[in-house]
């Protein structure tokens, strides 16, 4: 029904960029909310950020000034850009799409992508 696929993980030196994105399918993508979440080791899973389908963003305060949340309607795609990459931010990361469209009422999350800040 809605399936997510995430891209663009890696190593990267402290200090450097990633870019993450996630492929949405189906057709409820430009009416449903879109976030980004980690999981580090050994900690519990974190919202990272979110963008509405009017394209309001939020983030979590380790992040704010660093990493940009943004989506195109018309790729069903949702991306993360991550600069000065800390090691703490080393986590899988998972694209999350938040349903409330009828027949599709939901939380739906893809696979993860590793991201490592390691020199």
């Known amino acids: 029904q809605v399936q997510l696929v995430e891209s663009g993980g890696g190593l990267v030196q402290p200090g450097g960029s990633l870019r993450l994105s996630c492929a949405a399918s189906?057709?409820?993508?430009?009416?449903?909310?879109m976030s980004w979440y980690r999981q580090g080791p050994g900690k519990e899973r974190e919202l990272v950020a979110t963008?509405?389908?009017?394209?309001?963003?939020n983030y979590v305060d380790s992040v704010k000034g660093r990493f940009t949340i943004s989506r195109d309607n018309a790729k069903n795609t949702v991306d993360l850009q991550m600069n000065s990459l800390r090691p703490e931010d080393t986590a899988a990361y998972y694209c999350?799409?938040?349903?409330?469209?009828?027949?599709?009422?939901?939380?739906?999350w893809g696979q993860g992508t590793q991201v490592t800040v390691s020199s």
């Open positions: 999350n799409l938040a349903s409330t469209t009828a027949g599709s009422i939901g939380s739906y």
């Open positions: 189906g057709s409820i993508f430009r009416l449903s909310t």
């Open positions: 963008i509405t389908r009017g394209g309001s963003t």
